[in-house]
């Protein structure tokens, strides 16, 4: 099989992901570029991983070592990164072209995580035996992975809720569904 490659916006669980692919006996390489014409018709299969963008964002957040508080995140939400420009629904955008590429598998991470359904799926397109205690070996073991999953309720005010609406949150997230 020849290596195949995995996207995904930042915090979705890309690495996650590469490890699922490389449980089920698959080499992998992580490109975590936006979508573009020329990177959809390359040969190698694709599989990108979407997760709730919200929980997405406070994950980021943990990674930078910056306070989640509604504050923090009604800044994130209106300029994604201080070395880039546009709200996280803009940004988030510039990857949308590989939700509808027909030939990228598009991997839910809640599901990936929660039970071997997922990785069944995965190992079933990239026709592939699932490997017994694949699921068993996911958790840990890469350098983003953390015990406590990152949670956006504690966080998300009104004041949240309406800055998430006024970006056009609520769209994206649907966008993002798997």
């Not at 629904?89 to 599901?111: H, I, M």
């Not at 079933?124 to 956006?152: C, I, M, Q």
């Not at 998300?156 to 993002?176: F, H, K, S």
Request: with cysteine; hydrophobic share 40%; proline share 7%.
């Amino acid at each position: 099989m020849t290596r195949v490659h995995l996207t995904g916006f930042p915090k979705h669980g890309n690495h996650a992901l590469a490890k699922a692919v490389q449980l089920l006996g698959v080499p992998c390489q992580v490109i975590h570029i936006p979508w573009s014409e020329e990177m959809a018709y390359r040969d190698a299969p694709r599989l990108m991983i979407v997760r709730d963008l919200r929980d997405a964002l406070v994950s980021w957040l943990r990674m930078k070592q910056l306070p989640v508080t509604p504050g923090m995140v009604m800044a994130r939400l209106r300029q994604w990164a201080d070395d880039e420009s546009g709200t996280l629904v803009e940004q988030l955008a510039r990857y949308e072209g590989w939700l509808d590429d027909p030939s990228t598998l598009k991997v839910s991470y809640e599901r990936l995580v929660a039970s071997r359904d997922e990785m069944g799926r995965m190992a079933d397109w990239l026709r592939v035996p699932y490997s017994p205690g694949a699921f068993e070996a996911l958790p840990g073991g890469t350098r983003t992975w953390n015990k406590k999953r990152s949670d956006h309720r504690p966080v998300w005010t009104p004041e949240v809720e309406q800055v998430w609406q006024e970006i056009g949150g609520p769209a994206a997230l649907e966008r993002w569904r798997v």
